[in-house]
C-alpha cells in the first residue's frame, strides 16, 4: 500500500502545481505585449498600461469663436485665448472669413498692433521626451515680408522660426508643418510658448498645435 498512497501523493501534488501555473497565466494573458508596449512611449502601473502623452488643449485656436461679421478679434497681453494666456503686446485670433486655417476655421497672429506671446502649462512625465508640432504661415497683410517667432519650453527658446509671405495671399497661405523636441528631465508640468518676434502689425501666423511623447532615442530628427 505505501507504493499507491506515494503516487496519489504525487499526482495531487502535480494537480496543485499545474493549477497554479494556470492561475497565473489567466491573470496575466497579455504579459508579453504589456512589455512590449513599455517600449513604445507607455507606462505600466500594476496591470494597467497608458500612453505618456500630454494635455494640451485648444491647439486649433477654434474658441473663443470670432463673432461674425468680424475678421479677427484682438487679445492684449495678459487675457486669455481659450486656454491659452497672452503675453507681449497683442495677438490677433483670426477667422477663416479674412484667411485661409491650416485646419478648422481659425488660426492665431502671433503680432496684433505688435508682437505677442501665448502660453500654455502642460503636464509632463519626468526623463521624458516630448516633439511639438505646428503649422506655420504668416499674415501676407503687413511688412515685413519675413515674419519670425520662436518656441519656448519654460522660457528658453527650443526652437526659432520664420516665413517669408512673399507670392502669399489670404487664399494662398502656404502652410508649413514645423516640429521641435524637448525633454522634461524632473519636471511633472513646463509651459510652452509662442512667441512673435517680427516688428509691427501682423506676424508669424500658427495653428494646430500638437504635443506627443516619444523616447529620445526613437524622436524624429529636427531641421
Known sequence: MLPLRLSVASLTTAALLLAAA?????????????????????????????TTVPEISGGGFETPVVPSPSPFTSHLGGQAVGPWTVGGHSVDLTSDRLWDAAEGSQSLDLNGSSSGSVSQEIPTHPLTSYVVSFELAGNPAWAPALKTGELRVDGVPVKTFAFDITGRGFRNMGWTRQTAVFTSLLKNSVTLTFAGTSPGVGGPVIDDVRVRSCLLVLCPPVS
Open 22 to 50: 494556470s492561475a497565473t497565466a489567466s491573470a496575466h494573458p497579455h504579459g508579453t505585449r504589456a512589455h512590449d508596449a513599455r517600449t513604445h512611449d507607455t507606462q505600466t502601473h500594476g496591470t494597467q498600461t497608458h
